[in-house]
């Protein structure tokens, strides 16, 4: 029988249907993945079976939960929530109280739980993989899979049938990804509990759940078990969703590399960690005697696991943050990072990996993009319009949207008018800081060509910074692996992902989810 | 979009309404109150409140109704020009702490623990033991102590924005950092300064009330809120309405700016439009 009844759920927001006719049903057991866009009301669902729906949501249709409806009583809800169902959220360090210990945290977990058979916290620890110490720490003392094998931890507490899992991988690194994605599947096959996750990753679905929902725009598009759906995908919308998962990586010629535009020479940034006895803390070593060469044209990428110190070294290239030692050159200026002449600092640009706050909320769209161009010397304001015009209008976007505000804008059009604000100076490098990642699946895909297009038309040199193997392959030219502030390997893409000879490079690469009916 | 805006904040709706009543009031009394206020009538001394004076008459037979109009005049003009002087001062004192940091941020920092030391009275009995008693010193001391809650509003609002890449995207694109604050900063910040300000107005006017009853603000034949409490504090017990009246109207004015804050507070601040994002953060 199903665990997990929802029949004609509709959910209202004053005046807009978040949701709208849901029908589900999830049997006991299952590991039910939702999959969906920001906005197709894949949380709202699973904030509707918690019971845990902000109080202006007007909601019809009804729930039930093992044969009986959902108790519209706050008490009851709060105990059947508490014994029968947990829930891992994203992002596992604001879900986590910051001034409580976790062990204390799991504990109270337990002791809300009221279970027959009591859990303790070091067993509880010891099933997420994690040690007994760990529970003496701090959230901010954990790393980010750690805090989400404790969000799993507390969740399991009760001995739910139900564990509702949020986008709980979508804050981590591909490697921890993988290691929690796996760790929630042996839970789950463990303890033959039930599962709904929810996810924007096809992959992490098709790695994880046997069931799959695909949602948009508040309605259910196609529901099935997760081989057929994927395999076989019946509606425009999913077919369209498979597709743009499936990450090609690039055929043809690699760009035919100039000489050198950008030279790296054993760069260092060393950040003073604070504390009370400042003398006996080491430096901490972001980025750790770097060099490296970027040649007019081609397209390099920097990937490594995140803190890698990637964002450093390209903060510190587009002259946001200075190097401790060594020197940069781009041409025949040398500098060291903050001191990048303003002459020069029309040449590099830099797209940042968050389109929603890359944007000054209350500027419009043609006061932004414009704002770099005062690096250009001689650019009188009939110029200046027709560079804006012409920015946006290679982006693929209309020029009558330039009057526009930034909140006015889809994540993926925002990306790309970040683009065409970098591309506004006509710059030599651009340095793309994970240009995808932040970007509904179904817009990563036209981003992508948009930027390979961009690169053929401008002769434009790239510096990708990512953690996504797939995306590199699909992109970048040559390949650099970083670790822990040094740069371990480097290669070809295919060379490279064929035979990784660091334990890091293969870690990544291991980490790799399957591509989905391949 | 106004009309829901209320309709979402009634307090902002009920404060606002209020305050621009008030604030009519004071206004009017620049061109035409019922009776002068420096007309002194013994003859009509006392009288009850009734259709001649609504409000009835002190003891120097003076209209309390003009009385009111001009001492809500006296206390929104001192409340009003010593929220222009702490915004003024503090705003771009808060804002070169967050973007310069360093030194700067440690003078604006003690500057304002400083100031936060010494509460309004205090400035102002030196102010008046140096300069002699008069509203404006009085809006001197209270605008001095508005200084220092200014900077630090605009300081903690533009350290959380500096963090935002849009901010990283303008040093890219060459803005010095005074151009930073004031084409991105101060924009973002407007919100937080307006509610303050909102605050600090309702602040000053209890402040100047404060100072005028011990004697160091209004002077006679000029008259405020406070000043009316002081000359009918003798007279309380046998006629009690002569304080009643003027504190009545301290008290409503004050009530309505604080809910006209907290109202534009929950209608402005971006941090509490989406709960549990910044809270978390700090």
New interface residues.
């Given amino acids: 029988m199903s665990l997990v009844d929802i029949a004609d759920l509709t959910i209202r927001f004053v005046e807009k249907a978040a949701l709208s006719g849901l029908s589900l049903s999830i049997d006991a057991g299952d590991r039910f993945g939702i999959i969906g866009e920001s906005g197709s009301g894949k949380s709202l669902t699973a904030l509707a079976i918690a019971g845990l729906l902000p109080d202006n949501a007007e909601v019809s249709g009804s729930i039930s939960f093992d044969g009986a409806p959902l108790p519209a009583d706050e008490k009851v809800m709060a105990r059947l929530r508490g014994q029968k169902i947990g829930m891992v959220f994203q992002e596992p360090m604001?879900a986590l109280n910051?001034l409580m210990r976790v062990g204390d945290q799991i504990a109270e977990a337990i002791a809300l739980a009221h279970a027959a058979k009591q859990s303790t916290v070091g067993s509880l620890l010891s099933e997420v993989g994690l040690e007994g110490r760990h529970a003496e720490r701090f959230p901010h003392q954990l790393s980010g899979g750690q805090r989400q094998r404790v969000m799993i931890a507390m969740a399991l507490a009760s001995a739910p049938d139900l564990m509702i899992a949020d986008e709980p991988t979508s804050a981590l690194d591909v490697i921890t990804q993988r290691i929690v994605l796996d760790l929630i599947r042996d839970i789950c096959e463990r303890r033959q509990m039930t599962l709904i996750f929810i996810s924007h990753d096809m992959r992490a679905v098709a790695a994880l759940c046997d069931k799959v929902a695909v949602m948009r725009a508040g309605t259910l598009i196609e529901v099935g078990p997760v081989a057929t759906v994927l395999a076989d995908p019946q509606h425009a919308y999913t077919q369209k969703l498979v597709a743009a998962t499936r990450m090609v990586p690039r055929q043809g010629e690699p760009h035919i590399a100039g000489k050198a535009l950008l030279s790296v020479e054993r760069v260092t940034r060393a950040f003073a960690q604070g504390g009370f006895w400042r003398a006996r803390r080491q430096a901490l070593l972001a980025v750790d005697d770097v060099s490296l060469t970027i040649s007019s044209g081609e397209c390099l990428a920097l990937v490594g696991p995140s803190g890698c110190g990637k964002t450093t070294m390209a903060r510190m290239i587009?002259?946001?943050d200075m190097a401790s030692s060594g020197v940069m050159q781009l041409e025949d200026t040398r500098y060291r990072g903050t001191d990048l002449p303003?002459s020069r600092?029309a040449d590099i640009?830099?797209v940042?990996?968050?389109p929603f706050?890359?944007?000054?909320?209350?500027?419009t769209v043609a006061q932004?993009l414009g704002?770099?161009l005062?690096?250009v010397p001689g650019v009188t304001p009939m110029d200046r319009q027709l560079r804006i015009a012409e920015a946006i209008e290679s982006v693929g976007l209309d020029r009558a949207m330039l009057v526009r505000y930034p909140h006015e804008f889809s994540g993926g059009q925002r990306q790309r008018l970040a683009i065409a604000?970098a591309l506004v100076t006509r710059p030599k490098l651009v340095v793309l800081d994970e240009p995808v990642s932040a970007l509904d699946v179904s817009v990563r895909g036209d981003v992508l060509d948009l930027l390979a297009r961009l690169q053929s038309q401008f002769g434009l040199t790239y510096l990708i910074i990512s953690h996504d193997l797939d995306m590199v392959a699909a992109m970048a030219d040559r390949v650099l692996v970083m670790e822990a502030g040094r740069i371990v390997e480097e290669g070809a893409p295919a060379a490279l992902f064929a035979a990784p000879q660091h334990r890091l490079t293969k870690a990544l690469i291991a980490a790799r989810l399957p591509n989905i009916g391949a | 979009m106004n009309a829901q805006l209320f309709r979402a904040h009634p307090g902002l709706a009920i404060g606002l309404a209020l305050t621009v009543i008030f604030a009519l009031l004071a206004l009017l009394s620049v061109v035409w109150t019922p009776f002068p206020i420096a007309e002194i009538s013994v003859a009509r001394r006392f009288a009850t409140p009734g259709p001649d004076h609504w409000l009835g008459t002190d003891q120097l037979g003076r209209d309390m109704l003009s009385l009111i109009m001009f001492g809500t005049r006296t206390s929104f003009t001192v409340g009003a020009i010593a929220v222009l002087i702490g915004a003024g001062v503090g705003v771009p004192l808060g804002l070169a702490a967050a973007i310069y940091g360093g030194q700067v941020e440690w003078l604006v920092l003690r500057f304002s623990d400083l100031a936060f030391a010494f509460p309004a009275v205090v400035i102002a009995i030196l102010i008046a033991a140096l300069m002699g008693p008069g509203a404006g010193n009085a809006i001197i001391a209270i605008g001095i102590f508005n200084i220092p809650v200014f900077a630090q509003v605009a300081r903690g609002g533009a350290i959380a924005l500096s963090t935002?890449?849009?901010i990283?995207?303008?040093?890219?694109?060459?803005?010095s950092k005074p151009g930073i604050a004031m084409?991105?900063l101060l924009?973002?910040i407007t919100s937080l300064i307006i509610v303050q300000g909102t605050i600090q107005l309702s602040l000053g006017i209890l402040a100047e009330a404060g100072l005028s009853y011990i004697g160091l603000g209004t002077q006679p034949p000029e008259t405020s809120l406070g000043l009316m409490l002081r000359d009918a504090q003798s007279l309380f017990l046998i006629h009690p309405w002569l304080s009643v009246a003027p504190g009545l109207a301290i008290v409503l004015i004050v009530i309505a700016l604080n809910i006209a804050g907290d109202g534009l507070r929950d209608a402005l601040d971006p941090r509490l439009r989406r709960p549990?994002l910044a809270n978390?953060?700090g």
């Fill in positions: 604001t910051p587009v002259g946001l303003s600092r640009s830099l940042f990996q968050d706050g890359s944007f000054d909320p209350r500027l932004s704002e770099p005062r690096l604000r | 935002l890449d849009f990283a995207a303008a040093r890219l694109a060459g803005l084409r991105h924009p973002n549990g978390v953060a």
